[in-house]
Protein backbone atom coordinates (compact mmCIF):
# COMPACT_ATOMS: atom_id res chain seq x y z
CA UNK A 1 0.00 0.00 0.00
CA UNK A 2 1.35 3.79 -0.55
CA UNK A 3 -0.29 6.45 1.30
CA UNK A 4 0.22 9.59 -0.06
CA UNK A 5 0.18 13.22 1.40
CA UNK A 6 0.24 16.25 -0.25
CA UNK A 7 2.50 18.93 1.06
CA UNK A 8 1.73 21.35 -2.26
CA UNK A 9 -0.38 21.75 -4.58
CA UNK A 10 0.29 25.03 -6.36
CA UNK A 11 1.72 26.38 -9.87
CA UNK A 12 4.67 28.76 -9.81
CA UNK A 13 3.99 30.41 -7.09
CA UNK A 14 2.41 29.88 -3.31
CA UNK A 15 -0.95 30.76 -1.84
CA UNK A 16 -2.76 31.57 1.16
CA UNK A 17 -4.11 28.05 0.89
CA UNK A 18 -1.82 26.33 -1.18
CA UNK A 19 2.29 25.85 -1.03
CA UNK A 20 4.23 24.61 -4.48
CA UNK A 21 4.97 21.18 -5.30
CA UNK A 22 5.85 18.51 -3.12
CA UNK A 23 4.28 14.94 -2.63
CA UNK A 24 4.92 12.43 -0.11
CA UNK A 25 4.77 8.53 -0.44
CA UNK A 26 4.85 6.77 2.46
CA UNK A 27 5.27 2.90 2.14
CA UNK A 28 3.30 0.85 3.84
CA UNK A 29 3.71 -3.16 4.18
CA UNK A 30 0.26 -4.49 5.64
CA UNK A 31 2.30 -7.46 7.21
CA UNK A 32 4.46 -5.81 9.61
CA UNK A 33 2.84 -5.85 12.75
CA UNK A 34 5.11 -4.96 15.57
CA UNK A 35 4.02 -4.33 19.60
CA UNK A 36 4.35 -0.92 19.22
CA UNK A 37 1.78 -0.13 16.50
CA UNK A 38 2.20 3.61 16.54
CA UNK A 39 5.93 3.58 16.51
CA UNK A 40 5.62 1.75 13.31
CA UNK A 41 3.75 4.47 11.51
CA UNK A 42 6.50 6.79 13.21
CA UNK A 43 9.19 4.86 11.07
CA UNK A 44 7.75 4.30 7.94
CA UNK A 45 9.65 4.64 5.29
CA UNK A 46 8.73 7.47 2.23
CA UNK A 47 9.59 9.70 -1.12
CA UNK A 48 9.62 12.80 -1.51
CA UNK A 49 8.27 13.62 -4.99
CA UNK A 50 9.11 17.49 -5.88
CA UNK A 51 9.99 19.79 -3.12
CA UNK A 52 9.42 23.58 -3.76
CA UNK A 53 9.78 26.15 -1.61
CA UNK A 54 8.69 26.02 2.07
CA UNK A 55 8.39 21.92 2.20
CA UNK A 56 10.00 21.39 4.97
CA UNK A 57 7.68 24.20 6.89
CA UNK A 58 4.96 21.51 5.16
CA UNK A 59 6.31 18.99 6.87
CA UNK A 60 5.80 20.23 10.11
CA UNK A 61 2.42 19.31 9.56
CA UNK A 62 2.91 15.86 9.54
CA UNK A 63 4.27 12.69 10.95
CA UNK A 64 6.55 12.21 8.60
CA UNK A 65 10.52 12.53 9.69
CA UNK A 66 13.45 13.03 7.57
CA UNK A 67 15.22 10.32 8.91
CA UNK A 68 13.16 7.91 7.01
CA UNK A 69 13.10 9.07 3.92
CA UNK A 70 14.72 7.25 1.47
CA UNK A 71 14.54 8.92 -1.68
CA UNK A 72 13.69 12.29 -3.13
CA UNK A 73 12.52 12.39 -7.23
CA UNK A 74 13.01 16.25 -8.63
CA UNK A 75 10.91 16.21 -11.84
CA UNK A 76 12.59 18.98 -13.68
CA UNK A 77 14.42 21.86 -12.57
CA UNK A 78 11.55 24.90 -12.30
CA UNK A 79 12.33 26.46 -8.86
CA UNK A 80 9.11 25.85 -7.79
CA UNK A 81 9.25 22.13 -8.27
CA UNK A 82 13.18 22.16 -6.15
CA UNK A 83 13.70 25.38 -4.47
CA UNK A 84 12.71 23.70 -1.13
CA UNK A 85 15.48 21.35 -1.62
CA UNK A 86 18.64 22.90 -0.01
CA UNK A 87 16.14 23.92 3.08
CA UNK A 88 15.18 20.25 3.68
CA UNK A 89 18.52 18.67 3.32
CA UNK A 90 19.74 20.92 5.66
CA UNK A 91 17.42 20.44 8.34
CA UNK A 92 18.13 16.74 8.11
CA UNK A 93 21.37 17.23 8.52
CA UNK A 94 20.32 19.31 12.00
CA UNK A 95 18.25 17.04 13.32
CA UNK A 96 21.44 14.44 13.27
CA UNK A 97 20.49 12.22 10.10
CA UNK A 98 23.20 9.94 8.94
CA UNK A 99 21.89 7.18 6.73
CA UNK A 100 22.39 7.89 3.05
CA UNK A 101 19.94 9.45 0.73
CA UNK A 102 19.10 8.89 -2.46
CA UNK A 103 18.70 11.81 -4.95
CA UNK A 104 17.28 11.07 -8.53
CA UNK A 105 17.02 14.57 -10.20
CA UNK A 106 18.35 16.01 -13.51
CA UNK A 107 22.07 16.99 -13.78
CA UNK A 108 21.72 20.51 -12.93
CA UNK A 109 20.15 19.80 -9.41
CA UNK A 110 23.45 18.75 -8.71
CA UNK A 111 25.17 21.84 -9.98
CA UNK A 112 22.97 24.02 -7.33
CA UNK A 113 23.61 21.95 -4.69
CA UNK A 114 27.51 22.21 -5.17
CA UNK A 115 26.91 25.59 -6.01
CA UNK A 116 25.60 26.19 -2.34
CA UNK A 117 27.29 23.87 -0.85
CA UNK A 118 30.51 26.01 -1.99
CA UNK A 119 28.96 29.40 -0.98
CA UNK A 120 27.01 28.30 1.97
CA UNK A 121 29.79 26.09 3.56
CA UNK A 122 26.52 23.38 3.85
CA UNK A 123 27.85 19.98 5.12
CA UNK A 124 25.88 16.83 5.07
CA UNK A 125 27.00 14.00 7.75
CA UNK A 126 25.15 11.90 5.50
CA UNK A 127 25.82 10.37 1.81
CA UNK A 128 23.64 11.59 -0.85
CA UNK A 129 23.78 9.22 -3.42
CA UNK A 130 23.23 11.24 -6.62
CA UNK A 131 21.54 9.63 -9.74
CA UNK A 132 21.43 11.92 -12.61
CA UNK A 133 17.90 11.21 -15.05
CA UNK A 134 19.91 12.28 -18.09
CA UNK A 135 22.32 9.18 -17.56
CA UNK A 136 19.97 6.68 -16.35
CA UNK A 137 18.14 7.33 -19.47
CA UNK A 138 20.85 7.11 -22.02
CA UNK A 139 21.53 3.62 -20.59
CA UNK A 140 17.97 2.12 -21.41
CA UNK A 141 18.84 1.32 -25.09
CA UNK A 142 20.57 -1.54 -23.68
CA UNK A 143 18.13 -2.63 -20.39
CA UNK A 144 14.88 -1.09 -22.42
CA UNK A 145 13.70 1.16 -19.21
CA UNK A 146 15.18 3.22 -16.79
CA UNK A 147 14.54 2.33 -13.06
CA UNK A 148 15.92 2.42 -9.50
CA UNK A 149 15.47 -0.12 -7.39
CA UNK A 150 15.08 0.42 -3.06
CA UNK A 151 15.01 -2.61 -1.07
CA UNK A 152 13.06 -1.36 1.73
CA UNK A 153 13.89 -4.92 3.46
CA UNK A 154 14.27 -8.67 2.07
CA UNK A 155 10.18 -9.23 1.02
CA UNK A 156 9.51 -5.14 0.55
CA UNK A 157 10.87 -3.30 -2.53
CA UNK A 158 9.67 -0.10 -4.71
CA UNK A 159 10.77 0.13 -7.90
CA UNK A 160 11.16 3.98 -9.44
CA UNK A 161 11.02 4.20 -13.43
CA UNK A 162 11.41 7.04 -15.64
CA UNK A 163 9.70 8.44 -18.27
CA UNK A 164 10.18 11.69 -20.26
CA UNK A 165 7.89 14.59 -20.28
CA UNK A 166 7.01 17.59 -22.69
CA UNK A 167 7.63 20.81 -21.11
CA UNK A 168 9.48 23.67 -21.29
CA UNK A 169 12.89 22.06 -19.97
CA UNK A 170 13.08 18.53 -19.78
CA UNK A 171 10.62 17.16 -17.10
CA UNK A 172 9.80 13.55 -16.20
CA UNK A 173 7.39 11.09 -14.65
CA UNK A 174 7.62 8.82 -11.77
CA UNK A 175 5.97 4.86 -11.92
CA UNK A 176 6.92 4.51 -8.36
CA UNK A 177 6.04 0.35 -7.83
CA UNK A 178 5.77 -1.12 -4.40
CA UNK A 179 6.22 -5.18 -3.94
CA UNK A 180 5.57 -6.70 -1.32
CA UNK A 181 6.36 -10.60 -1.07
CA UNK A 182 4.43 -12.57 1.75
CA UNK A 183 4.61 -16.24 2.99
CA UNK A 184 1.30 -17.59 4.55
CA UNK A 185 1.79 -20.32 6.91
CA UNK A 186 -0.97 -22.69 6.44
CA UNK A 187 -1.79 -23.40 10.18
CA UNK A 188 -4.87 -25.64 9.22
CA UNK A 189 -2.23 -28.24 7.32
CA UNK A 190 0.03 -28.33 10.10
CA UNK A 191 -2.70 -28.82 13.12
CA UNK A 192 -4.43 -31.78 10.52
CA UNK A 193 -0.77 -33.23 10.18
CA UNK A 194 0.07 -33.35 14.30
CA UNK A 195 2.26 -30.97 13.76
CA UNK A 196 2.12 -28.48 17.37
CA UNK A 197 2.80 -24.75 17.49
CA UNK A 198 6.16 -24.16 18.31
CA UNK A 199 9.16 -22.94 16.80
CA UNK A 200 9.49 -24.94 14.17
CA UNK A 201 6.10 -23.06 12.49
CA UNK A 202 8.19 -19.54 12.20
CA UNK A 203 10.88 -21.58 10.48
CA UNK A 204 8.69 -22.68 8.11
CA UNK A 205 7.66 -19.60 7.18
CA UNK A 206 10.96 -18.31 6.77
CA UNK A 207 11.46 -21.04 4.49
CA UNK A 208 13.29 -23.38 5.93
CA UNK A 209 12.98 -27.36 5.56
CA UNK A 210 12.71 -28.95 9.72
CA UNK A 211 12.87 -31.74 10.99
CA UNK A 212 10.22 -32.90 13.48
CA UNK A 213 11.21 -34.34 17.24
CA UNK A 214 9.62 -37.61 16.00
CA UNK A 215 11.87 -37.63 12.72
CA UNK A 216 9.81 -36.43 10.35
CA UNK A 217 10.77 -33.89 7.68
CA UNK A 218 8.66 -31.07 6.59
CA UNK A 219 9.54 -29.00 3.78
CA UNK A 220 8.42 -25.43 4.15
CA UNK A 221 7.03 -25.53 0.41
CA UNK A 222 4.20 -27.98 1.84
CA UNK A 223 3.16 -26.05 4.32
CA UNK A 224 3.87 -21.82 3.05
CA UNK A 225 1.93 -20.12 0.39
CA UNK A 226 4.21 -17.58 -1.55
CA UNK A 227 1.57 -14.24 -2.02
CA UNK A 228 2.94 -11.25 -3.92
CA UNK A 229 1.38 -7.59 -3.39
CA UNK A 230 1.86 -4.85 -6.01
CA UNK A 231 0.49 -1.04 -5.58
CA UNK A 232 2.24 1.04 -8.68
CA UNK A 233 1.29 5.15 -9.24
CA UNK A 234 2.60 7.70 -11.27
CA UNK A 235 3.00 10.79 -10.39
CA UNK A 236 4.00 13.30 -13.59
CA UNK A 237 6.08 16.87 -13.57
CA UNK A 238 4.82 19.30 -16.03
CA UNK A 239 3.81 18.48 -19.13
CA UNK A 240 1.75 19.51 -21.86
CA UNK A 241 1.45 16.33 -23.75
CA UNK A 242 -0.15 13.31 -21.69
CA UNK A 243 0.10 10.75 -23.85
CA UNK A 244 3.89 10.78 -22.87
CA UNK A 245 2.85 8.41 -20.13
CA UNK A 246 0.54 5.58 -22.21
CA UNK A 247 3.10 3.11 -21.50
CA UNK A 248 4.13 3.98 -17.74
CA UNK A 249 -0.03 4.08 -16.56
CA UNK A 250 -0.63 0.73 -18.20
CA UNK A 251 -0.79 -1.13 -15.13
CA UNK A 252 -1.16 1.89 -12.70
CA UNK A 253 -3.69 2.14 -10.04
CA UNK A 254 -3.89 5.84 -10.15
CA UNK A 255 -2.09 8.71 -12.23
CA UNK A 256 -1.04 12.04 -10.31
CA UNK A 257 -1.01 15.03 -13.19
CA UNK A 258 -0.96 18.62 -13.01
CA UNK A 259 -3.99 20.46 -14.65
CA UNK A 260 -2.45 23.98 -14.25
CA UNK A 261 -5.88 25.72 -15.96
CA UNK A 262 -8.99 24.76 -17.49
CA UNK A 263 -8.72 24.55 -21.26
CA UNK A 264 -10.61 27.44 -21.89
CA UNK A 265 -7.88 29.77 -20.07
CA UNK A 266 -5.07 27.58 -21.57
CA UNK A 267 -6.39 28.73 -25.53
CA UNK A 268 -6.69 32.54 -24.37
CA UNK A 269 -3.02 31.90 -23.17
CA UNK A 270 -1.53 30.34 -25.83
CA UNK A 271 -3.83 32.82 -28.44
CA UNK A 272 -2.57 35.84 -26.77
CA UNK A 273 0.73 35.36 -27.28
CA UNK A 274 1.66 32.62 -29.53
CA UNK A 275 5.40 32.96 -29.23
CA UNK A 276 5.47 31.99 -25.61
CA UNK A 277 3.82 28.41 -24.60
CA UNK A 278 3.67 27.73 -20.84
CA UNK A 279 3.83 24.16 -21.91
CA UNK A 280 1.32 22.79 -19.16
CA UNK A 281 -2.07 20.85 -19.37
CA UNK A 282 -5.98 21.71 -19.16
CA UNK A 283 -7.84 19.89 -16.48
CA UNK A 284 -9.90 18.56 -19.75
CA UNK A 285 -6.70 17.56 -21.51
CA UNK A 286 -5.92 15.58 -18.66
CA UNK A 287 -9.16 13.86 -18.34
CA UNK A 288 -9.42 12.97 -22.03
CA UNK A 289 -6.30 11.19 -22.04
CA UNK A 290 -7.67 9.51 -18.85
CA UNK A 291 -10.89 8.11 -20.21
CA UNK A 292 -9.49 7.43 -23.06
CA UNK A 293 -6.87 4.81 -21.71
CA UNK A 294 -9.35 4.03 -19.14
CA UNK A 295 -7.84 4.88 -15.91
CA UNK A 296 -9.87 4.30 -12.98
CA UNK A 297 -8.25 6.73 -10.68
CA UNK A 298 -7.47 10.22 -11.56
CA UNK A 299 -5.77 12.45 -9.10
CA UNK A 300 -4.80 16.37 -10.55
CA UNK A 301 -2.85 19.07 -8.75
CA UNK A 302 -0.73 22.17 -9.61
CA UNK A 303 -3.17 24.61 -10.07
CA UNK A 304 -2.44 27.84 -11.13
CA UNK A 305 -2.52 30.88 -8.32
CA UNK A 306 -5.62 32.38 -10.02
CA UNK A 307 -7.55 29.59 -8.77
CA UNK A 308 -9.19 29.94 -5.38
CA UNK A 309 -9.70 27.03 -3.73
CA UNK A 310 -13.26 26.80 -2.78
CA UNK A 311 -16.07 24.99 -5.13
CA UNK A 312 -18.75 27.06 -6.54
CA UNK A 313 -19.75 26.59 -10.03
CA UNK A 314 -21.46 29.83 -9.88
CA UNK A 315 -19.15 31.77 -9.07
CA UNK A 316 -17.21 34.14 -11.56
CA UNK A 317 -14.06 34.04 -9.65
CA UNK A 318 -12.24 31.31 -10.91
CA UNK A 319 -12.23 27.74 -8.63
CA UNK A 320 -12.08 24.52 -8.03
CA UNK A 321 -15.24 23.94 -9.92
CA UNK A 322 -13.92 25.46 -13.15
CA UNK A 323 -11.23 23.13 -12.84
CA UNK A 324 -13.72 19.89 -11.84
CA UNK A 325 -16.26 20.82 -14.56
CA UNK A 326 -13.81 20.44 -17.19
CA UNK A 327 -12.37 17.41 -16.20
CA UNK A 328 -15.65 15.82 -15.78
CA UNK A 329 -17.32 17.21 -18.98
CA UNK A 330 -15.12 14.38 -20.57
CA UNK A 331 -13.86 11.88 -17.66
CA UNK A 332 -16.41 9.30 -16.02
CA UNK A 333 -13.94 7.87 -13.49
CA UNK A 334 -12.93 8.15 -10.11
CA UNK A 335 -11.21 11.81 -10.01
CA UNK A 336 -9.89 14.40 -6.87
CA UNK A 337 -8.47 17.81 -6.84
CA UNK A 338 -5.70 17.60 -4.29
CA UNK A 339 -5.73 20.22 -1.40
CA UNK A 340 -2.53 20.90 0.32
CA UNK A 341 -2.06 17.78 3.14
CA UNK A 342 -4.68 15.20 1.64
CA UNK A 343 -4.09 12.16 1.92
CA UNK A 344 -4.53 9.20 -0.11
CA UNK A 345 -4.41 5.44 0.62
CA UNK A 346 -3.76 2.98 -2.92
CA UNK A 347 -4.12 -0.36 -2.73
CA UNK A 348 -3.05 -2.50 -5.37
CA UNK A 349 -4.30 -5.16 -3.68
CA UNK A 350 -8.07 -4.34 -4.30
CA UNK A 351 -8.28 -6.79 -7.15
CA UNK A 352 -7.77 -10.01 -4.52
CA UNK A 353 -11.72 -9.25 -3.82
CA UNK A 354 -12.87 -7.72 -7.14
CA UNK A 355 -11.76 -6.26 -10.55
CA UNK A 356 -12.93 -3.02 -9.60
CA UNK A 357 -9.86 -0.87 -9.82
CA UNK A 358 -11.88 2.30 -9.08
CA UNK A 359 -11.74 0.75 -5.20
CA UNK A 360 -7.79 1.23 -4.96
CA UNK A 361 -8.06 4.58 -3.81
CA UNK A 362 -9.75 5.87 -0.78
CA UNK A 363 -9.09 9.54 0.72
CA UNK A 364 -8.20 9.74 3.64
CA UNK A 365 -8.61 13.32 4.64
CA UNK A 366 -6.23 15.68 5.76
CA UNK A 367 -2.87 15.11 7.51
CA UNK A 368 -3.45 18.05 9.90
CA UNK A 369 -6.83 16.21 11.27
CA UNK A 370 -5.70 13.27 11.21
CA UNK A 371 -1.98 13.44 12.39
CA UNK A 372 -1.99 9.97 13.59
CA UNK A 373 -2.97 7.79 11.03
Request: glycine share 6%.
Amino acid sequence: MLKLTFLGTSAGVPTKQRNVTALAIECINPYSSGTNQQQNKKSRPWLLIDCGEGTQHQLLHTKLSLHQLQAICITHVHGDHCYGLPGLLASAAMSGRTAPLILLAPKAIATLLDALILTTKLHFPFAINFMAIEDLLSEQDSKNKAQVTISLDNQHQLEIDITPLSHRVPSYGFGISQTISHRHLDKDKLIADNIPANALWGRLQQGEDVMTEDGRKLRSTGYVDNESQRTRVVVAGDNDTPECLNNAIADADLLVHEATYTHELLNKIQAKNPDFDPMHSSAQLLGRFAQDNGLKNLVLTHFSARYQSFDNPNSSTPNMAHIRLDTESVYQGNLWLAADFDQYLVNGTAEEVGDDIGSRVQYLGSARDHKNT
